[in-house]
C-alpha cells in the first residue's frame, strides 16, 4: 500500500491558477460595474489593487518557475496580498452593516482643491456611490462579503501551499 504525499504542483501551475484567480476576480467586478451598472464605491476600488497585485506576481512566478526558493517567496507575498484584500473586503462589509464609518473618501470623491464651478461640473457628471449602501446582495451577502470568502481563501491556499514542508505525507505526524 503506497501513502499518499502532499501533490508538487509543477512550478508554473500554481502561479498560473492565482493569475487566474485574480484576472477573474477583477474580470466581475468590472462585468458588474460596465455591464450589470453597478457603480463601485471607493473602498470597492480599494479591493481591486490587491488583485492587480497578485496577477503581477504570478506572472513573474510563471516567469521564475525554475527557482523554487523565489517562487516559494512569491507565492508568500501572493498569499500575503490576498489577505491584505480580505482585509479590505471585511472593513468595507463592516461599513456596509454601519457596524462602523468608512473613509473620508465614502460617499464622494471629490476633488475639494477644485474652483467652484468645476467643483459643481464634477459633481452634476458624477454619480455619487456610498460605501455603507449595499447596492446588490445574493442570500444577504454582499459584493463586499464575497469577495472577503473568495480572497481569504485564496490567501490562506496560497500561504499553505507556500509554507507546507516539501514531500509532507497526508495524515502522518
Not at 509543477?10 to 462585468?31: E, G, N, Q, Y
Not at 503581477?56 to 512569491?74: E, S, T
Request: charged share 10%; with cysteine.
Amino acid at each position: 500500500m503506497t501513502s499518499m504525499t502532499a501533490p508538487d504542483l509543477p512550478d508554473r501551475r500554481l502561479p498560473f491558477l492565482i493569475l487566474i484567480a485574480s484576472l477573474a476576480s477583477l474580470a466581475v467586478a468590472f462585468a458588474s460595474q460596465h455591464w450589470g451598472g453597478l457603480q463601485p464605491c471607493v473602498l470597492c476600488i480599494y479591493q481591486r489593487y490587491p488583485y492587480g497585485v497578485t496577477a503581477a506576481l504570478g506572472v513573474v512566478g510563471i516567469l521564475l518557475a525554475g527557482q523554487p526558493g523565489w517562487l516559494r517567496a512569491l507565492l508568500l507575498l501572493a498569499g500575503l496580498a490576498f489577505l491584505v484584500d480580505a482585509g479590505i473586503a471585511a472593513y468595507h462589509v463592516g461599513v456596509e452593516q454601519h457596524w462602523w464609518q468608512g473613509t473620508a473618501e465614502c460617499g464622494s470623491t471629490l476633488d475639494l482643491n477644485l474652483s467652484a464651478e468645476e467643483l459643481k461640473k464634477q459633481l452634476l457628471n458624477q454619480p455619487v456611490v456610498r460605501c455603507d449602501e449595499v447596492p446588490w446582495s445574493l442570500f444577504g451577502i454582499s459584493m463586499a462579503g464575497y469577495n472577503f470568502l473568495y480572497a481569504t481563501a485564496l490567501g490562506l491556499a496560497t500561504l499553505w501551499y507556500a509554507l507546507r514542508p516539501r514531500g509532507k505525507r497526508f495524515g502522518t505526524a
